[in-house]
């Protein structure tokens, strides 16, 4: 059974590196974007992708911003601090 799910999860991670590969390669440095709008469009429901896992679109958009370097968003009350 362990070796089930491990195997599962090899196969999903190698899923997500193939999917932000891809999306780099299309995008280049507006491939986080794309990835953000991926993430918005399966939250509701509008992803023409429909056998990939759920919460697929969000792994592959944190992968993107890992492989290409954006830095991470700060919550909404330290960007008003910033921004004042």
Do not use: Q
């Amino acid at each position: 059974m362990f070796f089930a799910w491990l195997e599962m999860r090899r196969k999903e991670r190698a899923l997500i590196d193939s999917d932000a590969a891809a999306m780099i390669e299309e995008f280049g440095p507006a491939a986080y974007t794309e990835a953000r709008r991926w993430v918005i469009a399966e939250l509701n429901h509008k992803v023409i992708d429909a056998d990939r896992p759920p919460g697929h679109w969000a792994r592959v958009r944190a992968e993107v911003r890992r492989r290409i370097g954006c830095p991470a968003r700060s919550d909404t009350a330290t960007r008003y601090l910033e921004h004042r």
